[in-house]
């Protein structure tokens, strides 16, 4: 029998499924077109529905930092299902785990799983406010922490792309607790802690923010705001969720070399099974239930299977790991640097190993508001035509995209032959 081709799927989704997906960034809305249902992944390659292949920059939107089916991964899950798929018990793989994260990210002295990088941020948040006794939060404008009440306002990834800036849904009084400011601008953290001094409980951020394309802290930007947090006995929370073991062994504050109260994890850590976790300093966990009484629980959470994918996953990232993810991230952006320019087409660009931004713009981009001032258009039109070559992107311009160590030279440079002809013709 004839495999059904992704467009038929797509319309089969639709009667079952609103829109046809489970998470709004996949349904093509940023973009144009339908989605593509995809069949089998390998390496840097993805296969669709219809037999096509494509070069991946999505990684499953971070967790495939060994590329796709990794054989290590692909066996730990097999043998751990076959001894069991799950208790809502303790294991001594999840001690394994909390005890490699805790050695390559000091500042997290004790560290809880979940399920999710939504139900970490979540918990985190309501820890600090347990923590602090306060209840205001102060986010950046284009960050995105997931989709839980209080931090889905001026959010990025699926949320901008769609320009839902504030969900229908979330109550005012749950809003009107977090404050929303400009990315890269400690000035404006400064004068919103005094403003309301002695209300914040926590400063929560990505450090490198990869849910309005990829944007970089400015120099000393994750300093300051270090030292405003500590004058004000704010709660530092760094959402690691994208950047968690994906950017450097002890994850984006390893490569800055700051030190947060909190920090959520997700992605890498589960190896692409659904997990996530937060963790930090052990005053502050010690608030959590059953220790203290924050409350905070989960069926799910630890599970053996998805715990034994990302202990499997993370034991695999070693230095020479990250040198080679940079390595590729460097080959890929400059050579698409170099196209851009002969092609006459102005582009900005961020990297840091294994994650890239790239932007339709003619200046640096440090902020959502430089975000929001690029060539969207320009993006749709390279982003269907990278398809049509067999490049997969994230299908919106504020995506950042995702690099694996299975991206060899000649993936990369199949990728930068399609990008030279798709910048000649956008
Ligand atoms: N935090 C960050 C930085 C993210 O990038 C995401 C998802 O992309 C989340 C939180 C939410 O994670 P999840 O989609 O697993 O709920």
Request: include cysteine; hydrophobic fraction near 45%; glycine fraction near 12%.
């Amino acid at each position: 029998m004839q495999r059904p081709t992704s467009s038929q799927l797509f319309a089969r989704a639709q009667e079952a499924i609103p829109g046809g997906v489970n998470s709004p960034v996949r349904a093509f809305k940023g973009v144009g077109g339908d989605p593509v249902f995809f069949a089998r992944g390998e390496g840097p390659y993805l296969w669709d529905e219809d037999g096509n292949r494509y070069i991946d920059y999505i990684g499953s939107w971070g967790p495939m930092i060994m590329g796709h089916s990794f054989p290590p991964v692909v066996e730990a899950v097999q043998k751990q299902a076959a001894e069991a798929i799950g208790f809502g018990a303790p294991t001594e793989l999840e001690i394994e785990i909390a005890e490699l994260i805790k050695a390559r990210v000091p500042s997290i002295e004790q560290i809880r799983m979940v399920n999710s990088g939504t139900e970490a941020t979540m918990s985190a948040i309501r820890l600090a406010r347990g923590f602090t006794g306060r209840d205001l939060i102060i986010k950046f404008t284009g960050c995105y922490h997931g989709h839980s009440d209080s931090l889905l306002v001026q959010a990025g990834s699926g949320v901008l792309t769609l320009g839902i800036p504030n969900s229908p849904g979330v109550p005012e009084a749950i809003a009107g607790n977090t404050l929303s400011l400009p990315f890269n601008d400690a000035e404006a953290v400064a004068a919103a802690l005094e403003r309301y001094s002695g209300q914040v409980a926590a400063v929560i951020l990505e450090p490198i923010a990869g849910n309005m394309g990829c944007v970089l802290p400015r120099p000393g930007y994750l300093e300051q705001l270090r030292t405003l947090c500590t004058d004000h006995g704010v709660v530092l929370i760094f959402d690691e969720v994208m950047t968690g073991f994906r950017v450097n062994a002890g994850s984006a504050q390893g490569l800055y070399g700051v030190r947060p109260d909190l920090t959520t994890l997700g992605k890498v850590i589960g190896a692409g099974l659904p997990v996530g976790a937060f963790g930090g300093r052990a005053d502050i966990m010690a608030c959590l239930a059953p220790l203290g009484p924050v409350y905070q629980a989960g069926t799910l959470s630890g599970n053996p299977l998805a715990m034994a994918a990302g202990l499997t996953l993370l034991k695999h990232l070693t230095s020479d790991v990250y040198a080679r993810l940079e390595r590729q991230t460097q080959r890929l952006v400059y050579g698409m640097e170099a196209a851009a320019q002969a092609a006459g087409v102005p582009i900005a660009t961020a990297q840091v190993p294994g994650m890239f931004g790239l932007f339709f713009s003619e200046t640096p981009v440090h902020s959502f508001e430089d975000v929001a001032a690029c060539d969207t258009e320009r993006f749709k039109a390279l982003f269907h035509q990278m398809l049509d070559h067999g490049v997969y992107l994230a299908p919106s311009a504020f995506e950042a995209g995702f690099l694996s160590a299975a991206h060899d030279d000649a993936a990369i440079d199949t990728t930068l032959d399609a990008f030279r002809a798709a910048v000649k013709a956008i």
